[in-house]
Antibody
Framework: QITLKESGPTLVKPTQTLTLTCTFS??????????VGWIRQPPGKALEWLAL???????RYRSSLKSRLTITKDTSKNQVVLTMTNMDPVDTATYYC?????????????WGQGTLVTVSS | DIQMTQSPSSLSASVGDRVTITCRAS??????LAWFQQKPGTAPKSLIY???TLQSGVPSKFSGSGSGTDFTLTINSLQPEDFATYYC?????????FGQGTRLEIK
């Protein structure tokens, strides 16, 4: 059974750095072709892809946020960490992590439950 | 960036109806198209990938078609649990992009 779960602060202040952890089970990030991505969804709005990391440490970022994002993996702990610097109230959203499935292309097949992050002073 | 445009933005239908949602990409994406269902307060659930392949465990009442720039999601015999918001997503090129969503409501 594949599961993912996001964890991190629910409230951050403007200009602070957000660190989110995705802890997963049921698959390994050392398996060829596998990856984990991060997606966010502001309240009442659509989904927005942020970043992903593959089994071979290949990393991709949303270009408009690239200067603020860092994604890393710890294969032994089954975790992927996303950091986002210089948080702003417009970054208030539910943040999801999702697995990239074993098909051609970065298809996000299994998702975590999401974690709501509010940016406010 | 590839823009994904869904239509309609909202749709009212009755239990038992068949509905179709369309998704258009601003440039060709071959068949690198996925559909997701999202209910309020929950994470998106994957339904279809490769434009037409059902994700494991998804009932056959859901079907997808299309290639290139135009895609459709069809849901047969609507049941109360099908009323949700549906998103298309392209994964042919970075950045991965989603449509704005189609809200399916009970008439």
């Amino acid at each position: 059974q594949i599961t993912l779960k996001e964890s991190g602060p629910t409230l951050v202040k403007p200009t602070q750095t957000l660190t989110l952890t995705c802890t997963f089970s049921g698959f390994s990030l050392s398996t060829r072709g596998v990856g984990v991505g991060w997606i966010r969804q502001p309240p009442g709005k659509a989904l927005e892809w942020l970043a992903l990391i593959y089994w071979d440490d290949d990393k991709r970022y949303r270009s408009s946020l690239k200067s603020r994002l860092t994604i890393t993996k710890d294969t032994s702990k089954n975790q992927v960490v996303l950091t986002m610097t210089n948080m702003d109230p417009v970054d208030t959203a539910t943040y999801y992590c999702a697995r990239i499935g074993m098909v051609r292309g970065p298809y996000l097949d299994y998702w975590g439950q999401g974690t709501l992050v509010t940016v406010s002073s | 960036d590839i823009q994904m445009t869904q239509s309609p933005s909202s749709l009212s239908a009755s239990v038992g109806d068949r509905v179709t949602i369309t998704c258009r990409a601003s440039q060709g994406i071959a068949n690198y198209l996925a559909w997701f269902q999202q209910k309020p307060g929950t994470a998106p659930k994957s339904l279809i990938y490769g434009a037409s392949t059902l994700q494991s465990g998804v009932p056959s009442k859901f079907s997808g078609s299309g290639s290139g720039t135009d895609f459709t999601l069809t849901i047969n015999s609507l049941q109360p649990e099908d009323f949700a918001t549906y998103y298309c997503q392209q994964y042919n090129a970075y950045p991965i992009t989603f449509g704005q969503g189609t809200r399916l409501e009970i008439k």
